[in-house]
């Protein structure tokens, strides 16, 4: 069971806009610390898609976007493309913990 | 270019021991807070532990504490995690992460990742 939770799955034709939560609590999201998002093919590493207030790393394009509020933060994905199918994870800090928390993944499919 | 490459990973029966190593190449390693970060087959990654830069501080989640052991040689560029008590929820690859600033380990993202290294828990 997962410190943060997501829905294990979400789709959408090409074009269209999807998004993703993920729920946390008081000693984490709630808290205050920053929430960051991960795109993994299956077979290979996490690869860093989001970090902090919406920052994205050099070469991600900006059809990818988060927000947050309270306990839960959203990654969004606009311009639903074939190349976006994979898993997304959503990482933030545990105070209760001292460490690192991961969601527990959703799989995107693209229509 | 930054790269991580993981080795050290092998099937093991339960009760036993193994360590893992990352090389770091690319980058001032002692510049950076390093994780292990695991994945079970069909779940999501689980942070397992992380050092300072320069190797003082370390952090482990609580299903390794007391089992595992993180550390890094700067000299070498290369972190290392032994796992000693190794029980079947151990079974996952592991990955090396970089913490994306910071020699610090604290609320930041990983912004690189080895290829991972599958270890084995089984009898």
């Known amino acids: 069971q997962s410190v943060l939770t997501q829905p294990p799955s979400v789709s959408g034709a090409p074009g269209q806009r999807v998004t993703i939560s993920c729920t946390g609590s008081n000693s984490n999201i709630g808290a205050g610390y920053d929430v960051h998002w991960y795109q993994q093919v299956p077979g290979t590493a996490p690869k860093l898609l989001i970090y902090g207030n919406n920052n994205r790393p050099s070469g991600v394009p900006d059809r990818f976007s988060d927000s947050k509020s309270g306990t839960s933060a959203s990654l969004a994905i606009t311009g639903l493309q074939a190349e976006d199918e994979a898993d997304y994870y959503c990482?933030?800090?545990?105070?209760?913990?001292?460490?690192?928390?991961f969601g527990g993944g959703t799989k995107l499919t693209v229509l | 270019e930054v790269q991580l490459v993981e080795s050290g990973g092998g099937l093991v029966q339960p009760g036993g021991s193994l360590r893992v190593s990352c090389a770091a190449s690319g980058f001032t390693f002692s510049s950076f807070a390093m994780s292990w970060v695991r994945q079970a087959p069909g779940k999501g990654p689980e942070w397992v532990s992380a050092i300072t830069g320069s190797g003082g501080g370390t952090y482990y989640a609580d299903s390794v504490k007391g089992r595992f052991t993180i550390s890094r040689d700067n000299s070498k560029n290369t972190l290392y995690l032994q796992m000693n008590s190794l029980r079947g929820d151990d079974t996952a690859v592991y990955f090396c992460?970089?913490?994306?600033?910071?020699?610090?380990f604290g609320s930041g993202s990983y912004n690189y990742w080895g290829q991972g290294t599958l270890v084995t828990v089984s009898s």
């Open positions: 992460a970089r913490q994306r600033v910071g020699a610090y």
């Open positions: 990482q933030s800090f545990d105070s209760s913990l001292s460490g690192s928390v």
